[in-house]
C-alpha cells in the first residue's frame, strides 16, 4: 500500500470509528438504551425527488451557473452572464454585445434541455426506489446517466466561457477581472 493510499485509509478509518459507536452503542462496550440522532435528511422524504431541492430543480431547469463553471471564471475566461451586466464597464462594442447575448441565449436553450434531462432521470431513479422496485442494474444505468448529462451541463458551461472569452480583449478581460474583484 502506497503511503497516500495507507493515509487515506487511516483518515477513512478514523472518521468511521466515532460513527460506528455512534451506531452500534455508546462506544464504551453498552448498547445505547434510546438512539435519538437525527438524521439531517428530516423533512427530505417529502420532496418530490428525495435527492434534490426545489432550488436545486430550478437551478438545473433554468440553466443556473451553479458554480459550475468556477474553473474557467476564476482562471480568466469570463461568462456572457457577467460580461452582459458590465458591457458599458468593459467597452463591448455592439457586435461584442450582440455576439455575447446571441451566446448566452444558445447557451441558456442548452443548458435548460440537459437539465430538463437530469431531473428527469433523478425522478426516474427516485420512483426506482419509492416504488420498491430500484434493483442493481437500474441504478448502475441511471446513476451513470445522471453523470453523464450533469457532465454536459458543466462541459456546457465551461465551453461558454471559452467563447466569451475569445469574443472579449485581453484588456476587456482584465477589466472584467478586475471589477469581478479577482484582480488588483
Given at each position: 500500500m502506497n503511503r497516500i493510499n495507507a493515509v487515506t485509509f487511516a483518515a477513512v478509518l478514523a472518521a468511521s470509528l466515532p460513527a460506528a459507536a455512534q451506531h452500534h452503542g455508546t462506544g464504551h462496550g453498552k448498547p445505547a438504551e434510546h438512539a435519538t440522532a437525527a438524521s439531517p435528511y428530516v423533512g427530505q422524504e417529502k420532496r418530490e425527488i428525495k435527492a434534490m431541492s426545489e432550488q436545486e430543480q430550478r437551478g438545473?431547469?433554468?440553466?443556473?451557473?451553479?458554480?459550475?463553471?468556477?474553473?474557467?471564471?476564476?482562471?480568466?475566461?469570463?461568462?456572457?452572464?457577467h460580461t452582459l451586466e458590465l458591457a458599458d464597464s468593459i467597452g463591448l462594442s455592439p457586435a461584442q454585445l450582440a455576439a455575447s447575448r446571441e451566446l448566452m441565449q444558445r447557451h441558456k436553450a442548452e443548458a435548460r434541455a440537459l437539465g430538463v434531462r437530469l431531473v428527469e432521470t433523478e425522478r426516474q431513479l427516485d420512483a426506482a426506489f419509492r416504488e420498491k422496485?430500484?434493483?442493481?442494474?437500474?441504478?448502475?444505468?441511471?446513476?451513470?446517466?445522471?453523470?453523464?448529462?450533469q457532465g454536459s451541463i458543466r462541459a456546457s458551461h465551461l465551453r461558454t466561457h471559452l467563447a466569451q472569452q475569445r469574443l472579449l480583449s485581453a484588456e476587456q478581460v482584465s477589466a472584467y477581472n478586475r471589477l469581478r474583484g479577482y484582480t488588483q
Open positions: 438545473w431547469l433554468e440553466g443556473q451557473g451553479m458554480g459550475l463553471a468556477r474553473a474557467a471564471e476564476l482562471n480568466g475566461y469570463p461568462g456572457p452572464m422496485r430500484a434493483n442493481d442494474t437500474d441504478v448502475e444505468r441511471l446513476t451513470a446517466e445522471i453523470a453523464q448529462i
